[in-house]
């Protein structure tokens, strides 16, 4: 069954070409849009096929001779969950893509960059060896920085331009980090690199290949305070790809990435500990306060994933901490549990909001809080699945974000009576109750000012979003609302393993 994992990279980038050629076919240029998302589907069966499958890896190459040069895919654990959260919230994107993008030309365009993007998010998921995971965090920049300006207006152009000089800095980085690791260990696999660290120690090489790892990674996952690109770059874009953007590429090519350097390569150490830590809490509070002042309703969103993803980052570090300082193992697992739980509702929610903004700029013409109103009578559907999103990424019972929210807390509040710096864990714990709720304060604005109050001037003109875009939040709202309970009650099958990726080569 190993041949599933090259389809999951060879399939989304093999339609994407494919599609670029039957655009210029007069007779089946209008099948691309069912061919890309036909493409999605099948990658999404594929990864729930693979979830119930033993861990597998793939080889291409000279890895059997002994070369360092080659292709490994890895999929284990952590690696299942992921690919089933990218094909998923893929699949949910461009269905809803399919009526919202109608109003852009060259729609073949927008497929094509689609699936580059999607397949090279699931090559990252899977790649085993570090110069592959800079190439295909490589490939999905790129198609997103093309997918940023989409539009061609002035503040979309301004928003790729400012993404794609940040974001090569970023990668830039990564390739140094990479290349000095490889110049020390002779190898680019990371099993292998991380062997031939434990034998060379944390000299100053070391620490300087992991200070540009670590900050080029954290550049692409927006953490604070190297988020200045994603406030202009998410609400620039078509909001299927804010939705990508948001909900999976900072994960995949910056947060997971993230976590894979610093457990599986480097090893989790206190220092590496304390930089996730602060990334994650400066992360979570200025982006809170950012987007507490917000009223463009796609910026709010954009601040709000900042903030999101410090929770991620900061259960990491605390679980990096344990490990590094000998605490409970059994803690350090719930803090991963917690931070891949919230990683796949905030897929989910955050995915659900920055569509529902896309409907509602759609439909009403504005992004401004304050000119909207009274949405609940003119899109009903709409409206409640932007409800559903909200409550859940407020952390409001029983949405799925109140329950991977719980668990971080609660992972921290038991890190602090098993660690050796309690006083750290409980500060980190009231930090994120506290971030928990100015979440709250800022989506009761939204709901105040966009769904409720008195209907706007040109209200009575605003309809409801096509089908497809409605279905498309539907099933994100209905993972919102079901997602929490079910993923708890799964836990040991689910994430379980992830952990076991993660710490299963420290024991």
Known sequence: MEILLPL?????????????ILAHVPALR????????????????IAVRIFNL????????GWGGGKTLGIELVCDGLAKVMLVTVNFIAFVAIVFAGPYMRRFTKLWLFQSLFLLMTGAMNAVVLAGDLFNLF??????????????AFGTEAEELEAAFKYLVLGTVGSAFILL???????????????????GLTVIGSGPAVLLAAAALIGGLALKAAMVPFHAWLPDAHPSAPAPISAMLSGLLIKTSGIYALARIVFNVLGPTTQYAYILIILGAASMVIGMFLALGQ????????YSSISQAGYIVLALGAAAYLVATGGETWVAKLCLFGAFFHLFNHAAFKSLLF????????QAGTRQLREMGGLVRTMPVTSFCCRVGALSISGVPPFSGFFSKLVIIISLALAARTS??????YTLCAIAVGVAVGTLLMYIKVQRYALEGPQAAAGAEVKEAPVLMCAALVILAIVCLGAGVALLGFREYIFDPVSGALLGALR
Do not use: C
């Open 135 to 148: 190439v295909f965090i490589e490939v999905a920049a790129i198609a997103s920085y093309a997918l940023v």
């Open 295 to 302: 009223w463009d309703f796609k910026r709010l969103l954009a």
């Open 177 to 195: 980090g990479v290349a000095i690791l490889y110049s020390l260990t002779g190898q680019l696999n990371m099993a292998k690199v991380a062997q």
């Open 54 to 61: 033993p861990s597998m890896a793939f080889h291409v190459g």
């Open 8 to 20: 999951l990279v060879a399939l989304p980038l093999g339609v994407a070409f494919g599609i670029v």
């Open 355 to 362: 569509l529902s903004s896309g409907a509602i700029e759609q």
């Open 30 to 45: 209008r099948a691309t849009g069912v061919l890309a998302a036909a493409a999605v589907l099948a990658n999404l069966v």
């Open 420 to 425: 050796d710096n309690p006083a750290l864990m």
